[in-house]
């Protein structure tokens, strides 16, 4: 089933996210993580990319199993800076081969090798989305980042740009992670006066030890505000608190969302089935609502 046919549903939609492992070696134990998440039925599970291609056909065959073996809609990311065309396409007929409806569109990190842009490659996620309805019938969701991308030069460039990916074929947005719940409902003001009017599912990331604080800098550049600071200079040196405290964030930001109309949920839970399954459990009424 396509995510956007799901979307339209007038109630509460909940997904998780989980990771391909780097090794094949790792492949049996991303799969018991992937079965725990299942059983809660989320709406869909999104199975990210590898950096650099290399985890893709892990990509491609965790996404086959939670939508054949689990019976869980899986949502296949698919990046596209680090391979060729060529390479990308193939990627694309390979997934529409296995039943995958529905794609993430990324245009992923630039190799440090690389002389970009590359004729030889898609230079940015928009021309990705067009290609991907070339070679099938998808659902193509996209990222955003309400606190701008990284590379943007402002704001309105940022939503032009994001504008122009809608409008290739977009169905529905996905945010990088914010910890501030005022971000996200700015971020949706702009870009609902910019016309983009696309299902926005608002990117939750429960931070469950201190050293993801500065990972999730380092990758997003994200804003941390100080009342999430505070619970990190106090439970951090703590692991077990550190977790408590920081699901008990999400789940606060998670239920002001829902009580402010927000009606799609996306955790990256990533592989941490113990949190997906404590984040359900806080939410159980709540969703029925």
Partial sequence: MKIIDKLKEDRIHISFEVFPPKTNAGFDKVLRATNRIAELKPDFISVTYGAGGGTSKNTAEIARHIKEDLGVESLAHLTCASSTKDEVINVIKNL???GIENILALRGDIPENL???????????????????????FCVGAACYPEGH???????????????????GVDFLTTQMFFENDI??????????AGITVPVLPGIMPITSAAQIKRSVELSGTVFPRRFLAIA????????????A?????????????????????????N?????????????EIVKC
């Fill in 150 to 168: 990284p590379e943007s030069q402002c704001s309105k460039e940022d939503i032009r740009f994001l504008k122009e990916k809608v409008d290739r």
């Fill in 115 to 137: 002389s970009f842009p590359s004729e030889d490659r898609f230079r940015h996620a928009s021309e990705l989305v067009t290609e991907i309805h070339k070679n099938g019938d």
């Fill in 272 to 284: 941490k089935p113990e949190v997906a399954e404590t984040i359900m459990s806080q939410l159980s």
């Fill in 184 to 193: 996200h409902y700015n971020f949706l003001y702009r870009i609902r006066e």
């Fill in 96 to 98: 529409k081969e296995l």
């Fill in 233 to 244: 200079d106090r439970f951090g040196d703590c692991p077990e608190a550190m977790q408590q």
């Fill in 246 to 270: 920081g699901i008990a964030y999400a789940v606060d930001q998670i239920i002001d969302l829902l009580a402010n109309g927000v009606r799609n949920i996306h955790i990256y839970s990533m």
